[in-house]
């Protein structure tokens, strides 16, 4: 069995209080208790120490990160998270430097990670509605899916050598939500992912 770290990344709002991925937080972590991983939660809108933080990145066998995208990014508390928990990482726990070295000083840059054979996963809920994303003539986006926009996190991850399995997404949340069918989506995508549990208990 796995060992599974999942982030809930929600900064409540009163506009946006978090149930929605606190929900797939829970949703998550029923399906893989149910197959007998062990799994560990961060809520980190409710602090953390950043050491233990650290530990349970280089515990962990896959990452699970849920938040929403706020403003084109991670919630601020979410990336005072990775602020605090990959700075105090970079005593080679979770990189080795940034895999440069005095022979070599330009080459390399962002492969000193020692989380190789670590995998995560994006799960993200969006205000925008699907059909902004993947379409040249949405000019906002301009034909960009999701993972462009969610670059910089990829990087943070591939810095410490961490393998990205696919982003899952829900859309239009707040204005059209289709949650029931969001929910039915992520435990197919759990399933498809991560093992033949076919049913997630409500």
């Given at each position: 069995m796995s060992?599974?770290l999942i982030?809930n990344?929600?900064?409540p709002y009163?506009?946006?209080?978090g149930a ?5 937080v ?5 399906f893989?208790?149910?197959q007998?991983?062990?799994v560990?939660?961060?809520t980190v ?5 950043a050491?233990a933080?650290v530990?349970n990145?280089?515990w962990a066998d896959?990452?699970?990160m849920?938040?929403p995208v706020?403003w084109?990014?991670v ?6 998270y ?14 080795a ?8 000083p330009?080459?390399?840059y962002?492969?000193g990670g ?6 995560y996963?994006?799960?993200?809920t969006?205000?925008?509605?699907k ?5 040249p003539?949405e000019p906002?986006?301009?034909?960009d899916n999701?993972d462009?926009?969610?670059?910089p996190v990829?990087l ?6 961490m393998t990205?399995l696919p982003?899952?997404a829900?859309f239009?949340v ?7 069918a969001?929910f039915?989506?992520f ?12 049913h997630v208990?409500?």
């Amino acid at each position: 069995m796995s060992n599974i770290l999942i982030l809930n990344g929600a900064q409540p709002y009163e506009f946006a209080p978090g149930a929605l991925n606190a929900a797939f937080v829970g949703r998550a972590r029923r399906f893989f208790e149910t197959q007998g991983h062990d799994v560990r939660v961060t809520t980190v809108a409710e602090g953390y120490d950043a050491n233990a933080e650290v530990e349970n990145h280089v515990w962990a066998d896959v990452v699970v990160m849920q938040f929403p995208v706020n403003w084109m990014g991670v919630p601020w508390s979410l990336k005072k998270y990775m602020d605090d928990v990959y700075t105090a990482g970079m005593d080679g726990r979770l990189c080795a430097g940034d895999g440069r070295t005095a022979e070599a000083p330009t080459a390399n840059y962002g492969m000193g990670g020692t989380l190789t054979g670590t995998k995560y996963m994006l799960s993200v809920t969006f205000n925008a509605p699907k059909q902004a994303f993947d379409d040249p003539s949405e000019p906002f986006f301009a034909g960009d899916n999701v993972d462009d926009l969610l670059r910089p996190v990829h990087l943070n991850a591939r810095f410490f050598d961490m393998t990205a399995l696919p982003t899952f997404a829900a859309f239009d949340v707040m204005k059209n939500p289709q949650i029931e069918a969001d929910f039915a989506r992520f435990d197919a995508h759990l399933t498809q992912y991560f093992g033949d549990q076919a049913h997630v208990a409500a």
